[in-house]
Nanobody
């Protein structure tokens, strides 16, 4: 059974950093693109970043230059390093298998979400 466990969220001041982790189980991570998405109450999931199976990375415009996605297939984990955080980055962050990038946006292939991890940027 395909599962993701997101972790690493928390409360951070504006300008601070967090690293989110997405631990996968039940499938071979190597063969799939993995994306990070975020959602605030009342809105749909917003694509943040996507990493392809061969390591190509894509970002939505609002996080370019601040966030970095990476993967460690041996550890079955995908990371999202978030620097220079802003209050508007406050959201619940999710990872998901299957993503693509088109016209500056990141999209999920499937509507299948885990528990997510809360990120709050506030002074």
């Amino acid at each position: 059974q395909l599962q993701f466990v997101e972790s690493g969220g928390g409360l951070v001041q504006p300008g601070g950093s967090l690293r989110l982790s997405c631990a996968a189980s039940g499938f071979t991570l190597d063969y799939y693109s993995i994306g990070w998405f975020r959602q605030v109450p009342g809105k749909e999931h917003e694509g943040v970043s996507c990493i392809s199976s061969d390591g190509m990375t894509y970002y939505t415009d609002s996080v370019k230059g601040r966030f970095t996605i990476s993967r460690d297939n041996a550890k079955h984990t995908v990371y999202l390093q978030m620097n220079s955080l802003k209050p508007e980055d406050t959201s619940v962050y999710f990872c998901a298998v299957g993503c693509y990038y088109h016209s500056t946006y990141v999209y999920a292939l499937y509507d299948d979400w885990g528990q997510g991890t809360q990120v709050t940027v506030s002074s």
